[in-house]
């Protein structure tokens, strides 16, 4: 198969779809995306990427999105349903085979889960292996990838490594984390499915795919917590069912409780590679399970440095009144005011911001910051900045350093003092009718508990320092007209 075809993604709203479709366009093919509400998704997709409306359970609706299509990527599942998932993902995968076999499509490449075939396999589990039969089962190839968890950020698995690690000093840990799993880094997953479309078939084939280490969850616990720094106590008990750890975990993490819940029941079994299709049909090396984890954080770092807030500001609506948003495991204070002056004068305020100047509000407070600063060992206020009008990346600006800036557009702060975690201070000036919009962003990487103490503790003085300071800088900006 050449570029230039075209192929059909589904779950491309999704953590996996939504990492491989850019890819694809970047490797030269044609890109048609089914999604349920079209609107929502083609302002995201990159360039040339046709959207078609369609739904995996209306099988009328798959018809046209099949139409000329050369192979078909199946992202999609159930598991966050509400109702009976496993019926869901039956009628699903029977409609999308049936209409890919209408349309002469020439080969089907879907994702599972990895965990071999066993009288009481979870419901997870056997409604995966249960699609990947329904999907073979309409004469149309398919190359069945089954994988164990995925480290990457955002991926369900790692996201609820990390909250567990990030918010429990102490954990009592029931015996499904100590189970053996064989991890792979969502590159990898990537890189196979990528392949995938190049491979010569002859017929289906299940393809079982991870990485070289075999560890458990507790063994991932750890590892997150070393390279974050964290120390972690684990108390084994044989107790905890995966039921009353799906409850706890709903507690503790309950951003992923539902999925979770079903995610956790799986737990019980090991899902490791059993035999050796990958290395025999693809050149791929999956990296270990360290560098997997490394990966998916310095990931995070570089997310994090390309999103524009103002853009998380219009889209996101109301940001909550306690506590800002999230952004992984970030905390966000978004805060926008409208300034009736050029964008380039708003700009010039922020960039004389600091040293001698100050920061346009309570600047006894930031200088009480400073000298309980200082008595901690940290580099307090006293450095100032190099020059009073203007900064560039790398200048020293009392207590923080300038990470990046574009003239006239954006500047972005990274404090040096002691802190449970790691902060952050973005400005971001935009064109608003005949004046312009500020954007002022204070990011907080919370490290552990404490970290996630101290955000919430100083949050009423963020509310004070943060608001004031947005209003003295868009007032200062219209002093200098």
Not at 38 to 57: I, K, M, N, T, Y
Not at 298 to 314: C, V, Y
Not at 335 to 350: E, G, I, M, N, Y
């Amino acid at each position: 198969m050449s570029p230039a075809k075209t192929i059909l993604v589904t779950g491309a709203t999704g953590y996996v779809g939504g990492r491989l479709l850019p890819l694809l366009v970047e490797d030269g093919w044609r890109v048609r995306c089914l999604a349920r509400q079209p609107q929502r998704l083609s302002s995201r997709v990159p360039a040339g990427v046709e959207v078609v409306a369609g739904d995996v359970l209306d099988a009328a609706s798959l018809s046209a999105a099949m139409q000329g299509v050369e192979a078909a990527y199946y992202l999609v599942h159930s598991l966050g349903a509400t109702g009976d998932f496993e019926a869901q993902d039956r009628l699903a995968a029977e409609n999308f085979a049936a209409a890919a076999r209408a349309a002469g499509v020439q080969r089907i490449i879907y994702l599972g889960g990895l965990g071999a075939v066993e009288p009481d396999l979870s419901a997870h589990l056997r409604s995966r292996h249960e699609v990947g039969e329904r999907l073979r089962a309409h004469a149309v190839p398919v190359i069945e990838f089954r994988a164990s968890i995925i480290i990457g950020s955002g991926s369900l698995s790692y996201e609820m490594i990390r909250a567990l690690v990030e918010r429990l000093p102490v954990m009592v840990t029931p015996r499904w984390v100590r189970v053996t799993a064989q991890p792979i880094a969502i590159g990898d997953v990537l890189a196979y499915l990528r392949a995938a479309l190049s491979l010569k078939l002859e017929g289906s084939v299940v393809v079982e795919i991870g990485g070289p280490d075999q560890v458990s969850y507790g063994e991932l616990m750890r590892e997150y917590a070393r390279q974050r720094g964290l120390r972690r106590l684990m108390i084994p008990v044989p107790l905890l069912t995966p039921r009353l750890s799906s409850l706890w975990l709903g507690l503790v993490t309950p951003l992923y409780a539902r999925v979770g819940r079903k995610l956790v029941d799986s737990l019980r079994h090991s899902t490791v590679v059993r035999d050796d299709s990958a290395q025999r049909l693809f050149a791929i090396r999956p990296i270990g399970v360290q560098e997997a984890i490394a990966s998916a954080l310095r990931n995070e770092d570089s997310a994090f440095a390309q999103t524009r807030w103002s853009d998380a500001l219009s889209a996101g609506g109301t940001p909550r009144q306690w506590g800002g948003t999230r952004f992984g495991n970030r905390l966000v204070d978004l805060r926008s005011a409208q300034v009736v002056v050029s964008p380039a004068k708003v700009f010039t305020a922020v960039e004389r911001i600091g040293g001698s100047r100050g920061w346009y509000y309570a600047n006894w407070l930031w200088w009480l910051r400073g000298w309980l600063d200082l008595l901690m060992g940290g580099v307090g206020m006293r450095r100032g900045r190099r020059d009073p009008e203007h900064l560039r990346a790398g200048d020293t600006l009392d207590c923080w350093r300038v990470e990046s800036i574009e003239a006239g557009q954006r500047l972005r702060l990274s404090a040096e003092m002691k802190l449970p975690g790691r902060a952050w201070l973005e400005f971001e000036v935009q064109p608003d009718g005949n004046g312009a919009r500020l954007h002022q962003t204070a990011t907080f990487d919370p490290l552990g508990l404490w970290g996630l103490a101290y955000w919430y503790g100083v949050w009423p003085l963020h509310q004070l320092v943060f608001a004031g300071m947005l209003r003295g800088i868009a007032k200062a900006a219209e002093e200098r007209k």
